[in-house]
């Protein structure tokens, strides 16, 4: 046995002999009887879940542009127009790609950059830390907080919705979900196949209450956000 | 740290001298209580929430040993790198020596209580590394020199102007005291110091056996950046918080954030599962879990075993009448309030804690909004009695029974403090009495019989107690 795994073995063990029995391993965790989060969502359709979503970021200082996608150029540009846009990183992602993301942003006059190697990662942290917004899609959003979810990788990288300060996420209608608890379950699901290393679930602006209780926005991450969300 | 009666009546004073603190202690937590509060009413069945919520959390502590276990192979299995600290001291000498290894300059933490616990960033400063605290709240106690006074909120004893006045001196020129020029130029700031530091070190809300993760909550960002910037991460957790699986995580989240601010979900949950993988281009290199006992493991198994299930919301602070008066330095420990009350003479023993589990009223507000459902007032009542067993002085006895007098014959804060608190579910009975919990039939027979005080504030009751 190496140093760590007798330091992990006397660790363990000290826990199972406080805890008056022998050592347990692969413990399962039993099926939960008690479900209280299902009258948050029973009964609701498609409907009012994506009016829910919309609503609760609404409540965060945070608009939802709901279009088509024929809609999808002249709303872009509005967005670009209202937040002054004149720079931006996005995700290298085929979803993004279908909607012509860069050619659109060039074409408004936005000086873009893609997440991938074609620049070297200093250039892309460096780009990250400069540019007015940060673009990317995701795998979920979630009805009960406005929250959309999604597994950074290949192409998605973490710092595109976290340095810029203004950050932009486009979704589509059917990827909705009640609550955390289907987030939780798709996940939950990855975990034999493997998890990227970083997953993220984003909920409006960054804030803070740290002074005086007083609420101020984009203490560290995006201080304002927008959302996107394609009608099918 | 060695502490007395001395210090603790001293530190009491000195709150309750303060005139701030008598300001902004009750302004933050009626705001977090109110919070709390409306996010419980709109769930509509809290109870059956703490219900499941205790259940996840004794399953798990009752079979810590497999969990870790599961844990530390699923971490080991992406590439990460596990370390089992079972003092203080081992889990700073860990970190220094991850510091030594990595040439690392500068380390950049976000908020982490269990790095308070083994005052970490006094250690590596003693090494010559620069530490920057980047939590708003604690990167502006860390320019006072001072300690958090609240779980989720560390600085809420500072004024703007007081932080104005820390930040002009960073700074070098006057800033105004608004939030807005404030918090822009802590981000403007703490940027720099991300975008250069060698090392991340953060806590750890809830690791996940499951899969090796570590979970963090956020509404700040900081700790998405701590985790994303630096090459090197270190996360430090407590041996006790872990889940299962993702889907006891949804639970726990759920009711974290309500329970803590009121808030249905924290702006950011960031799930860490590796360093980065193949194909990233972003995201530390190293990824480190360093796993403290410190005193834990001992509460395996005793009476006191589900204060190991607390998830550090700090609801309990914000219900607690002896809190809104003394705020959280008065404690003296890192964990303040009703939990700290608990768990200070728990980890560090009754010699330098024994006044924490009288520096309550019992009214069992606490006890009723805990999230996880810790008997929290059962437990002060089971020191009180464990401490006269070891031979301490029953001199506090007294104080606090009055204490609770005291509360009781002002029905305008025991309302305040109490009633508002209640989701009307249970320890209250409809006279204000408590008759819940089996701790508190005990105590109450003695308690019933003192005389209720007069009319006095709390300083004169303080006063008062403090001669007896
Ligand atoms: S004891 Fe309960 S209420 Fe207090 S901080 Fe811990 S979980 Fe929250």
Same mark, same amino acid.
């Given at each position: 046995m190496t140093v760590d795994q007798l330091n992990q073995e006397k660790f363990l063990t000290n826990i199972s002999s406080r805890l008056g029995r022998e050592r347990r391993s692969g413990v399962k965790p039993p099926i939960?009887?008690?479900?209280?989060?299902?009258?948050?969502?029973?009964?609701?359709?498609n409907e009012d879940l994506i009016e829910q979503f919309i609503d609760n970021l609404q409540l965060l200082n945070t608009n939802v542009d709901r279009i088509t996608r024929q809609e999808f150029e002249v709303t872009l540009a509005k967005v670009l127009k209202d937040f002054e846009v004149n720079s931006a990183i996005s995700w290298d992602n085929p979803f993004l790609h279908d909607l012509d993301l860069t050619s659109l942003l060039t074409t408004n006059g936005v000086e873009n950059s893609i997440w991938?190697?074609?620049?070297?990662e200093d250039e892309l942290k460096q780009r990250s830390a400069k540019v007015d917004l940060g673009i990317t899609c995701a795998d979920l959003g979630l009805a009960e907080t406005g929250t959309v979810v999604f597994m950074n990788g290949e192409g998605r990288g973490r710092m595109v919705s976290l340095l810029p300060p203004f950050y932009l996420c486009i979704l589509k209608?059917?990827?909705?979900? +009640?609550?955390i608890t289907q987030a939780m379950e798709h996940i939950h699901a990855k975990v034999p196949t493997g998890l990227p290393a970083c997953i993220n679930f984003i909920t409006g602006p960054s804030r803070t209450a740290?002074?005086?209780m007083d609420l101020a926005l984009?203490?560290?991450? +995006?201080g304002k956000v927008h959302v996107i969300l394609l009608r099918e | 740290m060695t502490l007395n009666s001395i210090d603790f009546d001293q530190r009491v004073d000195k709150a309750l001298a303060d005139p701030i603190l008598k300001q902004a202690v009750p302004f933050a937590q009626d705001k977090l209580r109110n919070g709390r509060n409306t996010a419980a009413d709109q769930l509509g069945n809290i109870e059956e929430w703490r219900e499941l919520a205790a259940e996840i959390r004794k399953h798990t502590i009752d079979n810590l040993d497999s969990y870790l276990e599961e844990l530390v192979t699923n971490v080991r299995k992406s590439g990460g790198f596990v370390h089992f600290a079972e003092k203080d001291s081992d889990a700073v000498d860990i970190i220094k020596k991850i510091a030594k290894d990595k040439e690392a300059k500068t380390i950049i933490k976000s908020k982490s209580m269990v790095t308070e616990e083994i005052h970490l960033n006094k250690h590596l400063e003693a090494e010559g590394l620069k530490v920057v605290e980047s939590d708003l709240g604690e990167y502006i106690i860390q320019l006072a020199n001072e300690t958090p006074s609240?779980?989720?909120?560390?600085?809420?004893?500072?004024t703007r102007q007081q932080v104005s006045a820390l930040f002009s001196e960073v700074a070098g020129r006057k800033l105004s005291d608004e939030t807005t020029e404030l918090c822009a130029f802590a981000r403007e700031t703490l940027r720099e110091e991300f975008l250069q530091a060698d090392i991340g070190i953060s806590g750890c809300n809830f690791a996940v056996a499951e899969s090796g993760s570590v979970v963090l909550v956020s509404n700040e960002g900081n700790a998405r950046l701590t985790t994303t910037l630096p090459k090197v991460h270190i996360a430090v957790m407590g041996l006790?918080?872990?889940?299962?699986t993702w889907n006891e995580l949804d639970i726990m989240i759920s009711m974290l954030t309500r329970s803590a601010t009121?808030?249905?979900?924290?702006?950011y949950v960031t799930g860490i599962n590796s360093a980065r993988q193949s194909?990233?281009?972003?995201?530390?290199?190293e990824f480190h879990l360093v796993i403290l006992d410190n005193g834990r493991s001992?509460?395996?198994?005793?009476?006191?075993?589900?204060?190991?299930?607390?998830?550090?919301?700090?609801a309990c602070l914000n219900v607690c009448p002896v809190y809104r008066h003394v705020?959280?330095?008065?404690?003296?420990?890192?964990y303040s309030g009703p939990i700290g009350a608990v768990l200070m003479p728990l980890l560090?023993?009754?010699?330098?804690?024994?006044?924490l589990p009288h520096?309550?009223?019992?009214?069992?507000a606490c006890t009723e909004v805990c999230p996880v459902k810790i008997p929290l007032h059962d437990l002060l009542i089971e020191h009180r009695k464990d401490e006269v067993d070891q031979g301490?002085?029953?001199l506090p006895e007294k104080m606090a029974f009055k204490g609770f007098g005291y509360i009781n014959s002002h029905p305008a804060l025991y309302d305040k403090t109490v009633k508002l608190s209640?989701?009307?579910?249970?320890?209250?009975?409809k006279d204000g009495y408590i008759t819940k919990g089996p701790g508190m039939l005990g105590g109450w027979t003695d308690i019933r019989d003192l005389p209720q005080p007069k009319k006095q504030s709390f300083r004169e009751w303080w006063a008062k107690e403090r001669k007896e």
């Open positions: 939960w009887k008690n479900k209280p989060y299902l009258h948050l969502y029973e009964g609701k359709t991938n190697n074609s620049v070297s209608e059917s990827q909705i979900v +009640p609550r740290d002074i005086e984009g203490v560290h991450g +995006p | 609240h779980l989720i909120a560390p600085a809420i004893h500072k006790e918080r872990i889940v299962p009121g808030q249905k979900i924290s702006v194909g990233d281009l972003d995201g530390p290199e001992n509460i395996l198994g005793t009476a006191y075993q589900e204060a190991l299930n607390c998830i550090r919301c700090g705020g959280g330095h008065a404690y003296g420990g890192v560090e023993g009754y010699d330098d804690w024994k006044e520096a309550s009223s019992l009214c069992g301490y002085a029953p209640s989701t009307g579910l249970g320890v209250l009975a």
